[in-house]
């Protein structure tokens, strides 16, 4: 487990572009925290890193958004806080292999259907800033983390 306290947003971004860096081929992050904790900052910081061109959108109505990959496949970041049963996302075709990354926002509603975490982000804010606290929960998980700490000057 690691904990990094981000004083700005930019440290925000900073994380989520170091995240992008490290990560494995296939990854499911899982990111918790209240509204405004900046789950959906952290998730635009990463795609940005990974290449993502365009509008990143939230998908808080939308429940999913697609983004294709520069090395191949596609980042999937879904936002579900208006789903009020985990058996609502049976209909969005989640069971397609062309997801090689998964940000999922508000993990807790969709338990059970999503597959299992390689990552979880805990963010909450602290101050004027935010904090988050990462826990590898597979292999590919530990190994990502363990790839972080030299990478972030805020840490």
């Not at 690691?2 to 860096?21: F, H, K, N, S």
């Not at 789903?83 to 997801?99: K, Q, V, Y």
């Not at 982000?121 to 935010?130: I, K, N, P, S, Y």
């Amino acid at each position: 487990m690691l904990r990094y306290l981000l004083p700005t947003p930019e440290a925000t971004d900073a994380l989520g572009e170091a995240l992008a860096r490290a990560r494995p081929d296939s990854a499911v992050v899982l990111l918790h925290g209240d509204l405004g904790a900046g789950k959906s900052s952290l998730t635009r910081a990463m795609l940005r890193a990974l290449g993502v061109a365009g509008a990143i959108r939230s998908p808080t109505y939308t429940l999913v958004e697609r983004y294709p990959l520069a090395g191949g496949g596609e980042a999937w970041h879904m936002d579900l806080y208006r789903i009020a049963d985990p058996g609502e996302l049976e209909f969005l075709g989640l069971d397609s292999g062309e997801a090689v990354l998964w940000l999922v926002e508000w993990p807790e509603r969709g338990a059970g259907i999503l597959p299992p975490a390689d990552l979880e982000l805990w963010l909450e804010v602290a101050g004027r800033g935010r904090a988050v606290r990462l826990e590898p929960r597979s292999a590919a998980g530990r190994a990502w983390v363990q790839r972080l700490p030299g990478e972030l000057a805020f840490a």
